[in-house]
């Protein structure tokens, strides 16, 4: 069983239990000939081999019936989408390069230390269609968006990979857990895929699997402001913000989504972001662009932008592509710009730039792999 994934269009696919919803696991079920009224239980107890267990085989399901065990062994799949490639930082942050189908390829990041104890980043597109300046990714065109399934493979090739699934004789205690916390901060606008990144998001919080709670998981937009209230209506999730400039002039040329939301409309819908308060902070994102946004004017108009929101500010340095517009900003600037937050009362992080060896770091996704895959071919072609 090769690359299959539950939302092949093609009808005669066969059903792959992971990534599914409940309900399409009751529905494929019934689909390979079990009675109806015993589908939603024969779900419950799939769902927790599948998203508890990460089970890659029926075989070993010893609450299933045996005869159901090899019908679906035969009618269904529990496969995950390809690994192109992988890579292991110095600093231990590890990216993967994962074939969702043919020429839909993304990739993911894990990064330890970051979170209550490491944090996946997860690709929500492949491409983009935004054009921000200062992204690599950014840069490229949209290829498609992934479905919930392909969101949740990430999380489940991430926990393949980490040795993270508990067995009947090792269980998972919360306090050994490596992979505590989700960020929608890959590739890709996660609120212009929001019906799938949302289901994505049920799927890997449902405490009977992956059980990784809403609150541990952050989605990130570059401010597409009518949907910001509704991810938090549909998913609980916490919101991150990517700003990068506080006036409308600069925002344009730097996110020109800006242009369609300015900043009075995306603030709006940010103070409209449902359960905010000090315990349930938005992040806003900010990358230190040398001579563009770093002033310490800039970082006083923050502070005055973000009056009255629970806010706390991870200041990103710039991580540099080739051909890219801009230089990140000196370290005392980055420094001084963070000392003015701090003394408005902020939380302000400079993230240190992680995996920028293996290419992993903010906005270096995709691109690069692209480009050192085209010249690994030219080297083999020599
Ligand atoms: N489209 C969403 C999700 C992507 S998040 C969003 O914009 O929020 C990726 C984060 O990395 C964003 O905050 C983005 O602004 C930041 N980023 C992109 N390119 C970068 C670069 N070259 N250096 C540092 N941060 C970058």
């Known amino acids: 069983m090769a690359t299959l994934i539950a939302s092949d269009p093609s009808p005669t696919a066969t059903p792959n239990f992971a990534g599914m919803t409940r309900q399409e696991m009751a529905d494929a ?3 390979i000939g079990v009675a109806a009224d015993k589908a939603r239980m024969r779900a419950d107890q799939l ?12 075989a070993p399901m010893s609450n299933i019936a045996k005869d159901l065990r090899a019908r679906l062994g035969q009618a269904a799949a529990l496969t995950r989408p390809d690994i192109v490639d992988r890579q292991i930082s110095r600093d231990g942050t590890r990216k993967w390069l994962v074939r969702f189908a043919p020429g839909v390829e993304g990739e993911m990041v894990f990064i330890p230390g970051v979170g209550r104890a490491g944090a996946l980043c997860v690709s929500s597109q492949v491409g983009c269609t935004l054009n921000c300046t200062f992204c690599h990714t950014g840069t490229q065109k949209l290829v498609r968006n992934l479905t919930a399934a392909e969101i949740v493979a990430q999380v489940m090739i991430a926990r393949d990979d980490l040795n993270e699934w508990p067995t009947l004789e090792r269980p998972l205690n919360d306090g050994d857990r490596v992979l505590t916390n ?33 609150r541990r998981i952050t989605v990130s937009t570059a401010g597409v402001a009518p949907r910001i209230p509704e ?3 549909r998913t609980g999730a916490m919101l991150a913000i990517s700003l990068h400039a506080t006036n409308d002039a600069l925002r344009n040329e730097l996110v020109p989504l800006n242009k ?3 900043l009075e409309a995306l603030f709006a819908a940010i103070r409209a972001y449902p359960g ?52 990140c900003s000196d370290w005392e600037t980055i420094e001084a710009f963070a ?22 770091a903010c906005g270096q996704l995709r691109s690069e792999s692209v480009k050192i895959r085209a010249s690994a071919r030219a080297l083999a072609a020599e």
């Open 339 to 360: 000392a003015v937050l701090n003394k408005a009362g902020y939380a302000s992080p400079i993230r240190t730039p992680r995996g920028r060896d293996i290419l992993a």
């Open 29 to 31: 079920l019934v689909s």
């Open 182 to 214: 989700i960020v929608f901060m890959g590739m890709g606008e996660p609120l212009y895929n929001l019906d799938e990144v949302a289901k994505a998001i049920d799927i890997i919080s449902d405490g009977d699997g992956i059980a990784i709670s809403r």
């Open 260 to 262: 369609k939301y300015p």
């Open 276 to 327: 905010l308060s000090n315990a349930k902070r938005v992040t806003f994102e900010y990358v230190m662009l040398k001579g563009v946004n770093d002033t310490l004017a800039e970082a006083k108009a923050l502070v005055r932008l973000l009056a009255g929101v629970p806010a706390k500010i991870n200041l990103i340095p710039f991580n540099p592509w080739p051909g890219s517009p801009y230089e």
């Open 47 to 58: 769902w927790r081999w599948v998203y508890h267990y990460g089970a890659r085989d029926f």
């Open 231 to 233: 991810l938090g209506d």
